[in-house]
């Protein structure tokens, strides 16, 4: 076991703080970039990892990438890691704004290698997050445990890892290796033989996610039977008007920021079919022709249940046994299948990490500034910051890549205000 400090510690070599260890990089002060350190649990980058599905693509334009939107004059952009990869005339011949989620995968381990002064520790799962206190009893940094024993201590952390998975409860009691969340695909299909892998599968939920594992099993479980089954009346297109994606431009954050609680809650319920319950119009039309295929060529393997419910989910014998409810007649009836993944999203809540740590602290609630800090009070010295899980009050965008740059920036430049702030105050 071993104990380090470090200034600014980032858990999660995700999207959200590569982008702010690229800002930090390119902020002017080396001692805060040196002094910094992002932590990944697994062995290297990778986004999306387990829906890198070879015709997925990016639902957001290259150009919201991890700093142009910030920089465009950055090294670290998308199209400098083409350019340098060699693969820019291929990409600009596509005619697209959206690379398949493969590449963005790739360029963010790109960044990651090119890093120059801010670290990343691989391997690195955290287990554990504590306050540190000072003499008059105010927080003054925090202490990392790993899952291996070693301790990291900080004054600043940066959280950045998502939500949590949703297991929706009717699921829960069955067992884990027969339940599949979209987080979890690519590497439990892997571990399959081909004798284990599933003849009727069963995939829950009508968004992108849930399609995507859909369309994935024709593939993966070759001469399989899939269903797929969502409470709407079908697949829909994802909102993509030119109208509703202004309310994706990073200075649409400060209007939703400063709305009334009641406001706020109006925008999101009517954002929600830009992000959530829906499909990426392209995508949904391939997995419509590869239904009408079938029906037309006599070659029915895919079942698609709309307006239904899962209300109970059991063993018998080595069958799960799901009980579905149509929601147009109000009928019960048994479905027979052997694996089941789950397109359900991710829980609404604060991740269970953060929630454990608020816990720690005291904090009845967690309230976020607008540079997305949280609030522990005037006296502290040492600061927590969220990334991706602000939407009630940052808006729906926060948990995407669209304003990741620009959200960089913010938390960069509340960074450096404190320290400067911290050395007036020391007459430093």
Known sequence: MTEQHVDVLMIGAGPSNLALAVAIEECGTHQVAENALVLEQYPDVKWQRNLLLPWARSQVSYLKDLVTMRNPRSRFSFLNYLHEQGQLDEFVNLSTFNPYRWQVSAYQQWVADNLERVRIRYNARTERIDPRYAEDGSISGWTVTLSNGDTIGCRDLVVGTGRDANVPEAFRDLPQDRVVHSTQYSSRIAELTADERPSRPVVIGGA????????????????????????????????????????????????????????????????????????????????????????????????????????????????????????????????????VFLGTGFDARMPAMVRDLADRVGLADINVSRRYRVDLGDSAWGAIYLQGVNEQTHGIADSLISVLAHRSEDITTDLLQRRQTTEAEAGV
């Open 208 to 339: 992108q996610s849930a399609a995507e594992m859909f369309m994935a099993l024709h593939q993966d479980a070759p001469g399989s039977t899939p269903t797929i089954i969502m409470r709407s009346i079908s697949m829909q297109n994802y909102q993509t008007s030119k109208f509703g994606n202004e309310l994706f431009y990073s200075s649409f954050v400060d209007e939703f920021y400063d709305m009334l609680p009641e406001t706020r809650a109006q925008v999101l319920e009517e954002m929600h079919q830009t992000n959530y319950a829906g499909l990426a119009p392209p995508f949904l039309d391939e997995l419509y022709l590869m239904l009408y295929q079938q029906k037309m060529l006599g070659r029915p393997q895919s079942t698609v249940r709309p307006l239904t419910d899962v209300v109970g989910a059991r063993m018998d014998g080595d069958e799960i046994v799901l009980d579905l409810r149509d929601r147009k007649t109000g009928k019960v009836e048994p479905l027979r299948c052997d694996m």
